[in-house]
């Protein structure tokens, strides 16, 4: 795959524009009112597969009882539990709480500041520090999402499914950090994301009304629609399973009055509470 990139890095005025427009355009989050690195964490880390509108409330609602890195190292898995309610993909809030513990137990509660020490965090990988050194602390990392990369594929008039590969996704990180506006990074990366979820959306794009439409190849050379291909689907495989359930009472007890076996489980649904699951025996 080859990027054309000539158009992004010939001239820097399209940022400008970028950048206008996020400042008339962007949307009120509490973590966009009140920044900080904890918050920051805690939004991104939410954010990952699961949409703004549920994402809001359950905020809110986490900052609320877990204002500090510390309380969120002390919290039960019972209220977190309670607290991750909705977001699915609970593994990600037994992340959180470990690399809260590893805040307070190794770097006495002090957040840390580069994108090397933040990779250290356990849970914590390159998208999620490259969010908040760029957010929090003004350092120049480019953040690359799926909305980004279809906004530089379209950019840069690309339309090889190789974008949503590793080496495509490589290829558009470093265009990504090569063009990052030095002195507002976060801006910069929040600008490109906004700009994807508002008007260069998947479906629709509202070409009309964008910043760098006169930087935009893909819309140059009216590819936008196939710019870039769908992103190839994961395979999936079916699993069929027994649900063993064991209860310490008769038959005829209530319900109830019944002790039943549980276990936490391992790999398939991680992390969640329920019957132990068998599969299904070949014949
Ligand atoms: Fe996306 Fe259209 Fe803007 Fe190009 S001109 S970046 S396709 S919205």
């Not at 009120?28 to 920051?40: A, K, M």
């Not at 699915?88 to 037994?94: D, L, P, V």
């Not at 379209?154 to 990052?180: C, H, K, M, P, Y």
């Not at 629609?225 to 009472?249: D, T, V, W, Y």
Request: proline letters at 6%.
């Amino acid at each position: 795959m080859v990027l054309e990139q000539s158009q992004l890095l010939s001239s820097m005025v399209w940022r400008s524009s970028l950048l206008n427009w996020y400042d008339t355009n962007k949307r009120e989050f509490p973590w966009r009112i009140n920044v900080s690195p904890y918050q920051t964490w805690i939004c991104e880390v939410m954010s990952q597969q699961t949409t703004l509108v549920v994402v809001l409330p359950r905020f809110n609602e986490f900052i609320k009882k877990l204002p500090t890195v510390h309380a969120l190292a002390d919290v039960s898995d019972e209220t977190l539990r309670s607290l991750w309610a909705g977001l699915g993909y609970y593994a990600r809030a037994r992340n959180l709480r470990s690399g809260a513990q590893y805040i307070v137990a190794q770097l006495g509660g002090a957040f840390p500041q580069t994108f090397e020490e933040w990779l250290k965090v356990p849970g914590v990988g390159p998208y999620t520090a490259s969010v908040i050194v760029s957010i929090c602390y003004g350092l120049p990392k480019a953040c690359v999402d799926g909305n980004v990369i279809r906004v530089m594929a379209r950019l840069t008039g690309t339309s090889s499914a190789e974008v949503w590969s590793e080496s495509g996704r490589f290829q558009i990180q470093n265009l990504a950090d090569r063009v990052i506006d030095q002195s507002r990074p976060g801006d910069f990366n929040q600008a490109m994301m906004e700009l994807g979820a508002l008007i260069c959306r998947k479906q629709t794009p509202d070409c009309a009304s964008c910043p760098v439409q006169s930087v935009c190849r893909a819309n140059k050379l009216q590819i936008v629609e196939s710019c870039p291909p769908n992103k190839p689907r994961k395979e999936f495989i079916q699993l069929q399973l027994f649900a063993l359930i064991l209860s310490s009472g008769s038959e005829s007890a209530r319900l109830c009055e019944n002790i039943f076996l549980a276990e936490r489980r391992q790999g398939f649904l991680s992390g969640t509470l329920g019957f132990p699951l068998i599969p299904v025996p070949d014949v």
